[in-house]
């Protein structure tokens, strides 16, 4: 675990996002013939939201990750590819890098599992006080607003993989955002 020390100082939802996206990295590579390099993918996952309080976190982040990456003595191949993810992680440029490629639709599927879903929505809260978010939840939790943000998301996703495990989660994401009402019922 050469990334312990820096996993270890992710507040709690970001230790959570980074576990998913290992964890979906996984999922997409089972529906694949190939496999993941999961080195690789632990560290895009552990670093890439570490600067997310910053303006620019992608490029700030990409920064922090290359010092931290020469200090635990990362290749300068592994380096550059792990720099660029996290550069690019905020758009999501196409990438022939099959394990980038996992981090990058992993980051956009984590939308569709329980936690992610509600680590979204605890996020957006706290960073963004001024926004009715009952309201936006809402209307975006209608059924046909879900379907049509999966079918926008799903259009976002590079590998058919990727695509698969989010047709085989749609039904989960959608009974989601109903306990996630029913929190917000409780919660008022």
Same mark, same amino acid.
Request: aromatic residues 8%; contains cysteine; positive net charge.
């Given at each position: 675990m050469?990334?312990?020390?820096?996993?270890?100082?992710?507040?709690?939802?970001?230790?959570?996002?980074?576990?998913?996206?290992?964890?979906?990295?996984?999922?997409?590579?089972?529906?694949?013939?190939?496999?993941?390099?999961?080195?690789?993918?632990? #560290?895009? #996952?552990?670093? !890439? +939201?570490?600067?997310?309080?910053?303006?620019?976190? #992608?490029?700030?982040?990409?920064?922090?990750?290359?010092?931290?990456?020469?200090?635990?003595?990362?290749?300068?191949?592994?380096?550059e590819?792990?720099?660029?993810?996290?550069?690019?992680?905020?758009?999501?440029?196409?990438?022939? +890098?099959?394990?980038?490629a996992?981090?990058? +639709?992993? +980051?956009?599927?984590?939308?569709?599992?329980?936690?992610?879903?509600?680590?979204?929505?605890?996020?957006?809260?706290?960073?963004?006080?001024? @926004?009715?978010?009952?309201?936006?939840?809402?209307?975006?939790?209608?059924?046909?607003?879900?379907?049509?943000?999966?079918?926008?998301?799903?259009?976002?996703?590079?590998?058919?993989?990727?695509?698969?495990?989010?047709?085989?989660?749609?039904?989960? !994401?959608?009974?989601?955002?109903?306990?996630?009402?029913?929190?917000? @019922?409780? @919660?008022?």
């Amino acid at each position: 675990m050469k990334l312990k020390k820096e996993f270890d100082k992710l507040p709690g939802d970001l230790q959570v996002h980074a576990l998913m996206l290992i964890s979906i990295c996984k999922e997409i590579s089972s529906l694949s013939k190939k496999k993941i390099n999961e080195e690789i993918v632990t #560290a895009c #996952a552990v670093l !890439h +939201d570490t600067k997310n309080n910053e303006e620019d976190h #992608a490029k700030s982040g990409a920064e922090y990750a290359k010092k931290v990456l020469i200090k635990l003595r990362y290749s300068k191949k592994d380096r550059e590819r792990i720099y660029d993810a996290i550069l690019h992680h905020t758009n999501k440029s196409k990438t022939k +890098d099959f394990s980038v490629a996992c981090f990058y +639709d992993a +980051d956009i599927l984590c939308r569709f599992y329980p936690l992610g879903i509600l680590r979204a929505w605890e996020h957006n809260k706290v960073h963004h006080p001024e @926004r009715d978010w009952r309201k936006l939840f809402k209307k975006v939790s209608i059924k046909k607003n879900l379907k049509g943000y999966e079918k926008h998301m799903k259009s976002k996703l590079q590998l058919k993989e990727s695509k698969k495990l989010l047709d085989l989660k749609s039904s989960e !994401h959608i009974a989601s955002y109903g306990f996630l009402r029913e929190l917000l @019922r409780w @919660r008022s």
